[in-house]
């Protein structure tokens, strides 16, 4: 059966709520007709009227329940409308959630969706990456699926995770990103494992979320035109990273492009390149490069935001320039 | 109240007051690092939070709780070891001084953003009713505690509406100490009375003279007996005026002396009060300092044998989930 991105994420919340009464989601607008802004939670409310919560345009008060609710034994799930807004939760986040585990020995099992990401249109507020501002504190695990099947095994994983779980989910998936699934036969891979979405030996492009996508695309283009072979490395997970898979492709290839429509300065990108330089320098043949966002705030005009974000042209390019170092 | 309640009162009074002033002295002689946060002068309203509460509730108590806290059943020795950061404190050396807590038993550890618990409060609360423990008319309830200065905070206000739209039973305890760290009331807020806010936000408005024992009591008796009875979140706001710097680093010059003043000591006040009515008499009252003093001291000495964390016994690791591929749904 082929289902969307955002059908997988939506048949994993209500998998998950069916199969363990402990689960419950807060966000707003998201229960009864309605079903959030995305219809994520879309006729949840049916099946799991009170467990399908509005909560008030208080992201740093959903986020703390959120806390409270894990410590006294349930597993929260929050969605955020956009991920934008996470930055008013970024306190109870950063300080409250990643950090209790640590100072008490007490776990926080909850996770917070984020649907982050850019579609033509939504501007400087509505299309951030949060994923490198997040990841920056010990205590979260921050994931971000690309696939179909990602979507469905990391969303129920991270729910059954015993730590807290930012989930960030692309936007431009939801509805673009179809696929064949059945979860009774789909593979599960396991949530800290980065996952090679395509083989080959000439230069490694790493890249998660909706970029991975663009990654494959290029590659095809590459290998089409210029029969440059890359292995195309889909992080899943960013933090933690799986360092075995990223090192192994580096030493296969020996050239590496990673990919992001996240900012340059202080991201996962740089965080990725930091691993390879110092733990895999003696298997490059050209210096590591990294494709990133414009370092500026999100443009609305489809023009200027299409200029903004890494596209097949570009990554191609970047390849070529590491191939002919 | 009976007569023995408010003797029992007077003594988590008097051990949060001995508690505070033992940590103020290893402060000055350089035992503890960072600094020492005491609640003197805040005792009686405090204490009459933490007496109000019983096992299953939830509490969240602030920088100044010492008193509450002790009542709610916090030992003596948590806050010694954490202050003294050792290994053997419920923080491990790991967090400090009032940032502590047993959540287990449903004390929550503050963060120092001020606000913060509100939600984190609300959290349990609402926990507790999905999990259909929150029926009848004898809730389990939750309880935090803010300053007139966290009351300007932008958590505040999202925690508190929040509690109002789930109609949780919250106590949220407003302490008007008349000092945000050194600034006075007329820079943090500009209505007339901060318990005008409970209108705004829905719920109850409680005050009570911060210095009065017997008021703090009374009055939060009421909200804590209403909340239980399911009507919703109560703000109480007890006026009084902090005794002592914002921590034992700040001698608090800046505070004017007409506002020392206005208020007096809830300690002595109370004290004076028991002995006018003849409930206390001066021997007795000195024999619970004393044994409050002895109290303290026995696990002070105790807590001084033990050794600071040693950083090779750390696992430096913040996640309980070590690996992260035997997660499975």
Known sequence: MSISYLEALRMALGDAMEADPRVFVYGQDIAGEFGGAFKATKGLSKRFPDRIINSPISEDAMTGMALGAALDGLRPVVEYQFADFASVAFNQLVNNIAAIYWRTGQNCPMVARLPMGGTPGGGPFHCQMPEAWLSNHPGLVVVAPSTVSDAYFMLRDAIHCDDPVIYCEHKYLYYHLTADFDKHRAEHLALGEAAVRRTGSDCTLISWSGMVHRCLKAAEVLARDYEVECQVVDLRCVRPLDTETILASVAKTGRVVVVTESWPFGGIAAEVLALITSEGFQHLDAPPKRLCAQDVPIPFSPDLYAAHTPDEMRIAEAVLDTMAF | ?329
């Open chain 2, 1 to 329: 109240m009976n007569d023995v309640e408010r003797l029992a009162h007077l003594r988590w009074m008097i051990l949060a007051r001995v508690l505070d002033d033992r940590m103020s002295s290893f402060y000055k002689q350089g035992m503890i690092p960072g600094s020492v946060f005491t609640g003197r002068g805040q005792e009686a309203f405090s204490a009459a939070g933490g007496m109000l509460l019983r096992p299953g509730d939830v509490f969240a108590p602030m920088i100044r709780d010492l008193a509450g806290r002790l009542a709610f059943g916090e030992p003596i020795i948590d806050g010694i070891r954490t202050c003294l950061g050792k290994r053997t404190g419920p923080m491990r050396g790991r967090d400090g001084n009032i940032h502590r807590g047993l959540p287990a038993k449903g004390l929550l550890p503050m963060v120092s953003h001020l606000g913060a618990m509100v939600s984190v409060t609300c959290g349990v609360l609402l926990s507790r009713r999905l999990k259909g423990q929150a029926t009848g008319t004898d809730l389990a309830i939750g309880m935090t505690s803010i300053g007139d200065g966290g009351m300007a905070t932008g958590a505040l206000h999202e925690g508190l509406n929040l509690a109002a739209v789930e109609k949780l039973p919250l106590v949220m305890m407003v302490t008007n100490n008349q000092l945000s760290y050194s600034t006075l009331n007329d820079r943090s807020f500009a209505c007339k009375h901060l318990v005008d806010r409970a209108l705004g936000y829905g719920m109850r408005g409680h005050t009570c003279d911060g210095t009065d024992a017997d008021a703090c009591m009374a009055t939060m008796a009421d909200a804590v007996a209403r909340a239980r009875r399911g009507e919703g979140p109560q703000l109480v706001v007890a006026t009084l005026l902090r005794l002592a710097g914002h921590g034992g680093h700040d001698d608090a010059l800046y505070v004017p002396a007409d506002l020392k003043s206005r208020f007096g000591d809830c300690l002595p006040l109370s004290e004076r009060t028991l002995k006018v009515q003849g409930v206390a008499t001066e021997e007795s009252i000195r024999a619970l300092w004393d044994e409050v003093r002895q109290e303290v001291e026995v696990v002070v000495e105790q807590v001084l044998k033990e050794r600071a964390p040693d950083p090779d016994e750390e696992d430096w690791c913040a996640y309980s989930v070590r690996d992260l591929k035997k997660v499975r749904s």
